[in-house]
Each structure stands twice: as C-alpha cells, then as structure tokens.
C-alpha cells in the first residue's frame, strides 16, 4: 500500500424529521445518531496504521460537525473546501421521501427533462470535475501521510464513477456510499485508483433517515 492516500469520507445521519431534501440549505445538523457515526469514522481512521497529515470538509454544516472528531482524534485542523461541497438541486426544501415525495408529483416533472445531464440540478460532469480538481490539489500540497476529505454522498460517488471510467447517469438508490462511509484512493502518477471502502457506522444503521442526498 502506498505512503500516501485520499480518503473521502461522508458525514453522519442528519436531523432531518420533515425528510426533506435539504441540499445546501443552512441549519441541517447531526442527529445524535449522526455525532455516533462520525465519531465510528474517527476511530476507524485513528485506529488504522496510517498517518494523516491533511483534514478538507465541505463548508455545510454537517460535513464540518463530522470532521470534527476526525481533527480531535488526529490532532489535525479542518481546513474548509469548497468543491466538495452538496450539489445545487431543484427539490431542495422540498420533501424527498414517501408518498408525498416532490419527485412524484407531475407538476415537477419537467424537470426530469434531461436526467443524463441531469436537468434538476448542477450537470453531473461539473460535480465530477471540481470534486476531482480538489484532490489533486491535496495530493499535490501534501507530503508524506494520507488526506482525508468530508463531504457528501453525491460528490463522493461522482469521483468513484468518474475514476472508474463508468457513466455518470445512474439511479441515486444505487449509491454506495453510506453514511460515514470511508472510500480511499490512491493516485499513481496522473490517473486516481479506488483502493477501499469500509462502512465503520455499519452497526449505527438500522432505522436512520437517509433521505436528505441529491
């Protein structure tokens, strides 16, 4: 294993009882559900054999709440990162689950106009680009010892396809990138490589809401 990896890490469960798709809107914070599985993604980065030297987190709130176990438990400082922050989305505010659900209304239907591109919010390719973008920079600014990343389901998942070379177009249920969740890169002269996912929140699971991801 390489003397330097990228991990991107995802933010804990929300407070999110209206199961709204809150995107980038202030005021989404961790449940108390949610401090546990930042805190599993703490310990399961603290307890590994690698050294950490740099810490990135989104500016939303509940990605910089979960980065800070991570600087309490490494000894390190968040520095705020502003491409690996939630995509801009048209339903945001709206409710994102159930049968009330914005998305199963026909008078929202045109938005799904173009879901390659995808039409109801910022194209996938431009996600895919920035959040890219941002970890060669890290990479590229950090010596010796791994960088980790907090951030958020979408930009997480846009970087594990784009770096796979598969389409950006899928279905957001098939995500995998659970909360919490740890999914490592390495970077071999110019080209990204996934090397790891672990799910160190696994056993927090059970009922916890999840639908508040673009």
């Known amino acids: 294993m390489s003397d330097k990896l ?8 929300v407070h999110n009882p209206d199961l709204v798709l809150y995107g980038r809107i202030p005021g989404f ?20 054999d690698r050294k950490v030297v740099a810490l990135y987190a989104s ?20 520095q705020t990162e502003d491409r690996i922050i939630e995509p801009t989305n048209f339903f945001e505010g709206k409710v994102n689950s159930g049968p009330d659900a914005a998305f199963k209304k026909p008078r929202y239907w045109y938005k799904f106009v173009n879901p390659f591109r995808p039409s109801w919010g910022e194209p996938y390719r431009q996600v895919a680009a920035r959040v890219r973008e941002a970890m060669n920079d890290a990479w ?24 796979a ?42 009922d ?6 673009v």
């Open 6 to 13: 990228l991990h991107l890490v995802r933010h804990g469960e």
């Open 29 to 48: 914070r961790l449940s108390e559900r949610g401090h546990a599985m930042a805190e599993a993604a703490a310990l399961e980065l603290a307890g590994s």
């Open 59 to 78: 500016p939303l709130e509940r990605a910089q709440q979960s980065a800070r176990p991570i600087a309490s438990a490494l000894g390190l400082e968040i």
């Open 140 to 163: 590229d600014n950090t010596q010796g010892g791994d960088i980790v990343m907090v951030a958020h389901q979408s930009p997480i998942w846009m970087a594990h396809l784009d770096i």
């Open 165 to 206: 070379g598969k389409p950006l177009f899928h279905n957001p249920a098939t995500r995998r990138c659970d909360l919490s969740s740890i999914t490592t890169f390495e970077r071999r002269g110019n080209r990204w490589f996934e090397v790891d996912y672990r799910n160190p929140a696994k056993s927090l699971m059970g």
């Open 208 to 213: 916890a809401t999840d639908v508040g991801a």
